[in-house]
């Protein structure tokens, strides 16, 4: 009963005691690539994916499956 009794006064204590730890934790991450434009592309531009030109096919059918792909990944 004793064991019992020290296991969940060991269990509640360190419960309690970490409820507080977020606040502690402040390390600044600074990423190491951060101004990398071969990783991270032009920030705020548009993806280099889009600029991407493709030769229409003579049916046309490559234009539209590329325009309805383009439409349902970059929805506006």
């Given at each position: 009963?004793r064991?019992?009794?020290?296991?969940?006064s060991?269990?509640s204590?360190?419960?309690?005691?970490?409820c507080?730890?977020?606040?502690?934790?402040?390390?600044?991450?600074?990423?190491?690539?951060?101004t990398?434009?071969r990783?991270?592309g032009?920030?705020?531009?548009?993806?280099?994916?889009?600029?991407n030109k493709?030769?229409?096919?003579?049916?046309?059918k490559?234009?539209e499956?590329?325009?309805?792909?383009?439409?349902?990944?970059?929805?506006?």
């Amino acid at each position: 009963m004793r064991k019992i009794l020290i296991a969940i006064s060991i269990v509640s204590l360190t419960t309690l005691f970490s409820c507080g730890i977020k606040g502690h934790n402040r390390a600044e991450l600074r990423p190491i690539n951060a101004t990398d434009e071969r990783i991270y592309g032009d920030i705020g531009g548009v993806a280099r994916q889009t600029l991407n030109k493709y030769e229409d096919d003579a049916t046309g059918k490559t234009a539209e499956r590329i325009a309805k792909i383009k439409a349902k990944m970059y929805p506006r």
